[in-house]
């Protein structure tokens, strides 16, 4: 499976507090809360970023969704032209293009600086606008082969939640919608401001991070096998300072070797050297945001040995070092100045 790092959005040239949403006739209204969940109920006296979101209107009015209720957005396509991030929650429809006009304010709110998301179908949409090809991108799996047969310029990639390339992201159908949103916001104003805001949906953040992402597959509700190995997980997370191998994690769950890493990939859906290490870089971000601990500490403290191991993994993961992580997220950091 391709490894790709979610990317850094320094490629932004507006303000990344700015986040427009497009409603469109025939909207979802469960992918257009998405982002308005995510982006819109900032929770400033939790320690949230003050962030605007804006709701445009990509048709004239008034708007209808699929559940027959009249959406109404105060902003049109012109308000595009100063939001850092502009999402399209999916499209009403695959086999119809979107207005040209809203195809238009996409083109020039990318070449403005302004990164373009596509939830769900909205992949559709950011391909009619020419803003995927030769670039990877996924959608929701009942339309992928779609997708593929219409646009061949894009390299379409069926099993990930999302792809990050930079100015454009996609993400598969539905739930997926979520995954993206907050790996947006860990993006821009790091883990713990995602992980705030992941609890407050009641959402695990255990997908968080670079390779979290390819997790082929729900988890399935723990139960038998399936709960012990939640109970050794909840166990494992709050230690992981400490040394545990495959074979020590197995015996503590009463499992041979093979049975234990299937179960575990059956409940986390992937191994358990990369669940581990996901892990152990959430708590390594989490402690550089929060806390002025030296980096030999916080290596050691998230079980990643050194600081140079913590060094490899943060440039391998986040394209990025602990100490400019820090700089960047770092409790005393003004974001978005």
């Given at each position: ?261 299937r179960h575990f990939r059956q409940l986390t859906g992937t191994t ?42 943060f440039a391998a993961t986040f394209n990025t070092s602990p100490s ?14």
């Open positions: 499976m391709p490894h790709k790092k979610p990317s850094r959005p320094t490629h932004l040239l507006r303000s990344a507090s700015t986040v427009a949403v497009l409603a469109f006739d025939g909207i979802s209204l469960f992918h257009l809360s998405v982002p308005c969940l995510v982006f819109g109920e900032n929770g400033q006296d939790e320690g949230m970023p003050p962030l605007t979101l804006k709701v445009c209107a990509a048709e004239p009015g008034p708007l209808r969704s699929t559940a027959g209720i009249a959406v109404s957005a105060p902003f049109g396509l012109n308000d595009l032209d100063d939001a850092g991030t502009v999402i399209v929650p999916s499209w009403r429809d695959t086999t119809q293009p979107a207005p040209q006009p809203m195809l238009d304010a996409l083109r020039r709110a990318h070449a403005g600086g302004a990164r373009i998301v596509g939830l769900c179908l909205g992949a559709f949409v950011l391909a009619d606008a020419g803003l995927l090809n030769g670039r990877s991108a996924t959608t929701h799996w009942l339309c992928a082969n779609e997708f593929a047969q219409r646009y061949p310029a894009v390299v379409l990639d069926r099993e990930v939640l999302y792809v990050d390339e930079g100015d454009v992201i996609t993400s598969a159908g539905t739930a997926a919608g979520l995954d993206c949103c907050l790996h947006l916001l860990r993006s821009d104003w790091g883990a713990e401001v995602a992980n705030r805001v992941a609890r407050r949906m009641v959402l695990a953040p255990h997908r968080q991070g670079g390779q979290a992402q390819f997790i082929q597959q729900s988890l399935p509700a723990a139960s038998g096998a399936g709960h012990r190995l939640s109970e050794l997980l909840d166990v494992v997370l709050a230690t992981l300072d400490q040394p545990h191998s495959l074979d020590d994690l197995a015996a503590r769950a009463a499992m041979g070797r093979r049975t234990f890493t358990v050297g990369q669940w581990l290490l996901n892990q152990r870089l959430a708590l390594a971000q989490r402690l550089l945001e929060t806390t002025d601990r030296s980096i030999d500490s916080v290596a050691a403290d998230a079980g990643l040995g050194s600081a140079a191991s913590l060094r490899q993994h400019a992580y820090r700089r960047q997220f770092g409790a005393g950091d003004q974001h978005g100045t």
